[in-house]
DNA sequence: CTGTTAGCGCTTTCAT
DNA sequence: ATGAAAGCGCTAACAG
């Protein structure tokens, strides 16, 4: 690769005009501009970007630790954000990790100057990350430090009130570990409940961390005294895995059962589309990449965002 | 972040020591070695590595152009390339492209010093790239420069030789848009018929490039006169619409038809799995970083890699 | 064993 | 308008 010495060498002009030409180009003669538009073609010169970053103190890279255990759902995050970073001329340095551990290490190895910030994407687990420049996004801990949150307590209010609009009254919730944890959904359910002045049903909440598959269970054994006619669970594939095991019950959905996914659903062809919340990636990386071209970060703070309600063509429905 | 001056005056020492302790440590005297540890710790030293780059002229980013429309497959090999990079101190620097254009300009602004080599995945579009440091992965034109190409004569016949000795002799091959053309495909799939003296019915093949479902509609729409029961589709989503549209014109999958997938399968729970050829991530990423890692990069040339034949398991089935 | 020096490729004063 | 020089943070020769 040729650097800007063989330029200003082949131009016949300073290192310093050939920068200026190529950069702010301001305050030099034509003839000169000329001479080093015509070198650098010839030589096929780029600057060197390292070399740049050296001097700027900053690479343009940011770091994307996706902690996401629904790899179907990292898809879309990743997709989006490429595509709005890219256009902000800023690379994306993938990372995957399971465990806090695995961030940690990722982390070490990214914040060496090599990327100018980092967003950790879908952790589970706690993180306990105060760093200025680092953003959580959909994040168990969205308290401390920047972070983009989703909110579930609307999520949650917005599925039960089109449920009980849809005459649904006897709503289960199964096993929503979402980013905040439990409570903001259950605040949601209660919420939309009170609203419509239904009664509150202990039984149908199941929350516990053990297998969302025994939780159905237990609704099915229960199902001749404890009635229910939809259901709440945490994502798409949730919902796949509990609409297989209502059908295996001879429980038909939607009519018998309605399921609701709190987080994207599946788009398949032969899968029937179900009601879900569905949060709007482009959004998400829009936000993101706003956030991060302004310099002075710390304002952020923590920042929600709501999710769409999806609801599935019904009318070719039998 | 504290430099490599702040540590050495902290230390009594010069830079050169710092220097040497942090990386080969050989010949330092054990007391100026704990006193540049101990300044390092306390001022939380970590080596910029945009200036090593610069000095060694390589980052240790590896580019990765993901030019795959199935975003679903995209996902499986991002997630083993990182893995393996992330194991020999490399980076995924990612990007996604959708057309020859794009692709250009990933390629123009990764290869300013950013990255030591690219890696371009999954395009369905000449290229015509000869760069010695590019990677081209199942991408279309794998005759120049170096590549990584799936093996699609064999899964053809493999897949036709499964198909066969479950009794089904009457294959039809949809649309099999690969990365290499349809020739290898329809190469292993004559292959297969003739190792087994069957004969080749020009009217079971569909390899122009129009709608899949038109051409499996033709299959339906002529079954009384052309009989088939086995179907060959080229990825996971083409199998599952091809599901769908048998199953509503009431023929059963696979007892009618077996749809057979070249590359990859669905694995959600209630949706039936099928026999498929599938690529190892796992081994694909382990080559590119083999590759990577040894300088005299030439060396590569082509790289055909095969598929596993993947057999559901059918014991349950009624 | 350790400090000094040079230089990776670039931008940016500061003179001229 | 443009060149010389300094310096971003680091490593590697070369002396001592």
Redesign the interface.
């Given at each position: 690769?040729s650097t800007i010495n063989d330029v200003s060498r082949l131009a016949g002009v300073s290192k310093a005009t050939v920068s200026r030409v190529l950069s702010g180009s301001r305050g030099v003669k034509e003839a000169s501009r000329q001479a080093v538009l015509k070198a650098a073609e010839e030589l096929k010169y780029?600057?060197?970007?390292?070399?740049q970053?050296?001097l700027s103190q900053s690479?343009g890279?940011i770091g994307?630790i996706c902690a996401q255990d629904n790899?179907?759902q990292?898809?879309g995050y990743?997709?989006a954000l490429?595509?709005h970073l890219?256009q902000h001329?800023k690379?994306?340095?993938?990372?995957?990790a399971n465990n806090k551990g695995e961030v940690m290490q990722?982390l070490e190895?990214?914040?060496?100057?090599?990327c100018d910030d980092v967003l950790i994407i879908g952790a589970r687990f706690e993180l306990n990350i105060s760093d200025e420049n680092i953003i959580l996004v959909d994040c168990m801990d969205g308290d401390t430090g920047n972070s983009i949150q989703f909110d579930h307590a609307f999520a949650a209010e917005t599925a039960c009130n089109f449920l009980i609009k849809q005459g649904r009254r006897q709503i289960a919730l199964i096993n929503p570990e979402h980013a905040g944890g439990v409570e903001p959904v259950l605040l949601g359910y209660k919420r939309a409940l009170e609203n419509n002045f239904l009664p509150f049903n202990r039984n149908l909440i199941f929350t516990d961390a053990s297998s969302s598959s025994v939780a159905l269970q237990v609704l099915l054994n229960n199902s001749t005294t404890l009635n229910f006619n939809a259901l709440l669970v945490a994502d798409e594939?949730e919902a796949?895995?509990a609409?297989?095991q209502l059908?295996a019950f001879n429980k038909s959905v939607p009519d018998d059962i309605m399921v609701f996914s709190l987080a994207g659903s599946?788009n398949?062809?032969?899968?029937p589309t179900i009601p879900a919340i569905e949060y709007s990636m482009d959004a998400m990386a829009a936000r993101i990449v706003a956030w991060l071209n302004q310099k002075t970060h710390s304002v952020l703070g923590s920042y929600v965002l709501r999710g769409d309600l999806i609801i599935p063509d019904m009318s070719g429905r039998k």
């Amino acid at each position: 690769m040729s650097t800007i010495n063989d330029v200003s060498r082949l131009a016949g002009v300073s290192k310093a005009t050939v920068s200026r030409v190529l950069s702010g180009s301001r305050g030099v003669k034509e003839a000169s501009r000329q001479a080093v538009l015509k070198a650098a073609e010839e030589l096929k010169y780029r600057p060197n970007v390292i070399a740049q970053s050296l001097l700027s103190q900053s690479t343009g890279c940011i770091g994307v630790i996706c902690a996401q255990d629904n790899i179907n759902q990292s898809t879309g995050y990743l997709y989006a954000l490429e595509k709005h970073l890219s256009q902000h001329q800023k690379h994306l340095l993938l990372r995957f990790a399971n465990n806090k551990g695995e961030v940690m290490q990722a982390l070490e190895e990214l914040t060496c100057g090599l990327c100018d910030d980092v967003l950790i994407i879908g952790a589970r687990f706690e993180l306990n990350i105060s760093d200025e420049n680092i953003i959580l996004v959909d994040c168990m801990d969205g308290d401390t430090g920047n972070s983009i949150q989703f909110d579930h307590a609307f999520a949650a209010e917005t599925a039960c009130n089109f449920l009980i609009k849809q005459g649904r009254r006897q709503i289960a919730l199964i096993n929503p570990e979402h980013a905040g944890g439990v409570e903001p959904v259950l605040l949601g359910y209660k919420r939309a409940l009170e609203n419509n002045f239904l009664p509150f049903n202990r039984n149908l909440i199941f929350t516990d961390a053990s297998s969302s598959s025994v939780a159905l269970q237990v609704l099915l054994n229960n199902s001749t005294t404890l009635n229910f006619n939809a259901l709440l669970v945490a994502d798409e594939l949730e919902a796949q895995r509990a609409i297989t095991q209502l059908q295996a019950f001879n429980k038909s959905v939607p009519d018998d059962i309605m399921v609701f996914s709190l987080a994207g659903s599946l788009n398949l062809p032969g899968i029937p589309t179900i009601p879900a919340i569905e949060y709007s990636m482009d959004a998400m990386a829009a936000r993101i990449v706003a956030w991060l071209n302004q310099k002075t970060h710390s304002v952020l703070g923590s920042y929600v965002l709501r999710g769409d309600l999806i609801i599935p063509d019904m009318s070719g429905r039998k």
